[in-house]
């Protein structure tokens, strides 16, 4: 078990700072979700200050698409000079390897949320004052789900060189309930001033379990050099 | 099973098992037999040459050596163990050097080798990575990111990764591709030297000449099927077409 | 033996067309009209079965590519696309049928309802696994990753169900059936459930065809001379 962490970190350290090198992933991301932010604040109205449901559902568009990205930059990290050969050839569990793409995947997202929703704040008067903690709760517990999807298929699609459009077809539909869910349970949580609902928390959670489960099932058996 | 009772007991058999064994091993892609009933014996410690035109599956081949893909039907075993029964314990055996450099190009030499050395679980991965760099003679190119190396560079680094956890069988496929002369020299010279320190070596390559000069065993594969496997002693790269011609 | 499959292919479609018929005059001629809705109510008696075997057809897709996957054998794969394309086919009668209903029941062709958001999701989902299939060129890939596909798909169902509960409803969840209108039903279930068995098989039959062909075209490739090498990457 130790040493399945221990592998999972220091892939995901080897990640991260392969990142850090370049900063590509995330300065593209950032740009992208901020320039996702502006021209939906434009087609809603720029100036007027936008409702907290309306705000959510903006940043969730700029993070799906930022996630996407993310999960094909860094598994294109390993398509280049057969670098992913590398990894396999070691005695490294195929788990371990999904792990730690996933923690990556995470790590990249939340920092792009760190950064785009302040922005957004900023820019448009977004108000998320009312419930900041179950906003996060909730945007968190997403996005663990969806990297977990995210991260299965683009180790999936990465050696079909039409990565892409595809990737995003993949993982756009599968993702929907915890779109909806998270997008019901702001409104409920913004518009109606109610506290977290027990129904949405468990639909969140049930989400992440599963594809978590699934995608660590599966992801050996699609991952090929 | 019935098999290996038959087969003669050599005296070094008995006592080490042989470095890799391949029994009746077939590979369909996409519904194409890529590898076809494959069977063959190294001895540990022996140099094999792995010849064949492009095509002939001697990439696949190695590829469900390295196990990094599955073989559709047949076993393969290493050191006496079989290798779909302890893929794991048995990665730490292999080594490979491809035509990619399987590094990441964004780390420097050192990291990179430092990286795969934990991966491996290499004692003391650092003052490893340092004396490998040495043995390739790029000891001062250690902190430079591997994307500014050259092609030849970078395939000494390449091996580098291969034997950080100082493997027992090394698979290389086609590693002499895209390489200058004096690096070609490099690479010769550094396989000679390994299989001179006891370690078994699959070179897959499509220089007959060369291959014959440096191995001890040929295999030769065409279409998928192991046509030739036979000891190199004296043998002329004339005789080796001729067979291949033949069969 | 070929010829013995053609007959009885021949008479199961008669059968069904058959029973089709029969369950469509019993509709029109026995079942009796509800109060409320008006004969528009009708639609419902091949609504239901018709959703029944979406899911059933969305089943095969989830069993066949966890086969897949488990065997790597390509017939596995086959009957996945096929089931893929019933469920789609089933899916969008479900969709259409529904709107017709919601048009008369709400007066609007659409709405956000929970089972309306559902079926489209659901629809969705499964047009994507039939919009993967042909943009993944090599079979072996191609297979892994739709089953893969299928999978997640089929457990996102329930999730899709769970999170479209959230949202307000209009949808009626029960309705009081006369017994004439529960005979009409279950009668309806039979023939719908022949239509898909039917069509699936009859396109999983053509997928194996399709892939033979394909391997033909594909022998003379391996013997010959190949100029690509087998390794993916060129240095």
Excluded at chain 1, 48 to 57: D, E, H, W
Excluded at chain 2, 238 to 243: C, M, P, R, Y
Excluded at chain 3, 82 to 106: D, E, N
Aim: net charge neutral; proline share 5%.
């Amino acid at each position: 078990m130790t040493g399945a962490m221990r592998q999972v970190i220091l892939i995901a350290a080897k990640d991260l700072r392969i990142e850090a090198r370049g900063r590509q992933t995330i300065s593209l991301v950032i740009v992208l979700g901020i320039l996702i932010v502006v021209v939906l604040g434009m087609g809603l109205g720029a100036g007027r200050p936008v409702s907290g449901f309306a705000a959510t559902a903006i940043l969730w568009v700029a993070y799906l698409f930022g996630g996407v990205l993310c999960f094909e930059k860094t598994m294109a990290v390993e398509r280049h000079d057969d670098a992913l050969a590398g990894l396999l050839l070691a005695p490294v569990d195929r788990g371990a390897i999904f792990a730690a793409k996933l923690l990556t995947n995470v790590l990249l997202m939340f920092s792009l949320a760190a950064v785009v929703t302040p922005v957004a704040i900023l820019l448009f008067r977004f108000d998320l004052s009312a419930h900041p903690l179950g906003f996060a709760t909730i945007m968190a517990l997403g996005m663990v789900g969806f990297a977990a999807v995210g991260t299965l298929f683009a180790a999936a699609v990465s050696s079909t060189r039409l990565e892409g459009g595809l990737l995003a077809l993949l993982v756009f539909p599968l993702s929907l309930p915890v779109v909806i869910v998270s997008t019901q349970m702001m409104r409920r949580l913004f518009e109606q001033g109610e506290p977290l609902g027990s129904t949405g928390l468990a639909t969140l959670v049930a989400f992440d379990v599963l594809f978590l489960v699934v995608s660590w099932v599966v992801f050996e058996l699609v991952l090929e050099p | 099973m019935t098999r290996t009772a038959i087969q003669p007991v050599d005296a070094t058999f008995t006592e080490r098992a042989p470095a890799v064994r391949v029994q009746s091993l077939s590979k369909v892609i996409d519904d194409r037999p890529i590898l076809h009933e494959i069977s063959f014996e190294v001895p540990d410690g022996r140099y094999v040459a792995l010849l064949g035109a492009n095509g002939a599956g001697k990439s696949t081949l190695l590829k469900v050596l390295a196990t990094l893909i599955l073989p559709t039907a047949g076993e393969v075993f290493f050191f006496g163990r079989s290798q779909s029964r302890d893929t794991v314990g048995l990665r730490s055996k292999l080594g490979m050097i491809g035509h990619g450099a399987m590094l990441y190009r964004d780390l420097t030499a050192l990291e990179n080798l430092v990286f795969f050395g934990r991966l491996y679980r290499v004692a003391d991965p650092g003052a490893r990575a340092r004396e490998l760099l040495e043995y390739v003679g790029l000891a001062s190119r250690a902190d430079d990111p591997v994307k500014t190396f050259s092609r030849g560079m970078v395939q000494r680094v390449s091996i580098a990764r291969a034997l950080m956890h100082d493997p027992d069988l090394l698979l290389a496929d086609e590693p002499f591709a895209g390489l200058d002369a004096p690096s070609r020299a490099m690479l010769e010279a550094f396989l000679e030297r390994l299989h001179d320190e006891g370690k078994t070596i699959i070179l897959a390559n499509h220089d007959i000449a060369q291959s014959l000069a440096l191995a001890g065993q040929v295999l030769v594969l065409r279409a998928g099927r192991l046509v030739v496997d036979r000891l190199t002693n004296g043998l002329e790269p004339d005789t080796i077409l001729a067979e291949v011609a033949a069969s | 033996m070929s010829a013995a499959r053609t007959i009885l292919g021949s008479l199961y479609w008669v059968l069904t067309a058959a029973l089709l018929a029969a369950c469509l005059l019993m509709l029109l001629f026995y079942t009796p009209v509800e109060k409320t809705m008006g004969p528009v109510q009708k639609i419902f008696y091949l609504h239901l079965p018709v959703a029944i075997n979406t899911f059933a057809a969305a089943f095969v897709v989830f069993v066949a590519s966890i086969g897949y996957l488990w065997q790597r054998r390509m017939w596995w794969d086959d009957l996945a696309a096929a089931a893929g394309k019933v469920t789609v086919l089933f899916c969008a009668i479900v969709l259409l049928t529904g709107m017709v209903w919601g048009r008369s029941a709400w007066g609007v062709w659409w709405t956000w309802s929970p089972r309306l958001t559902f079926s489209l999701i659901l629809f969705l989902l499964y047009v994507v696994y039939l919009m993967i299939r042909p943009s993944v060129e090599s079979p072996q890939r191609r297979a892994a990753i739709s089953a893969v596909y299928g999978i997640a798909a089929f457990i996102d169902v329930p999730l899709v169900y769970l999170s479209v509960k959230m949202m307000p409803d209009i949808h009626p969840s029960s309705i009081a059936l006369e017994p004439e209108m529960k005979l009409t039903l279950a009668a309806w279930f039979i023939p719908v459930t022949l239509v898909m068995v039917g069509f699936l098989f009859a396109r999983f039959r053509l997928n194996r065809r399709l892939r033979e062909l394909g391997a033909g075209r594909a022998v003379p490739e391996v013997s010959g001379v190949q100029a690509i090498p087998l390794g993916e990457s060129t240095p």
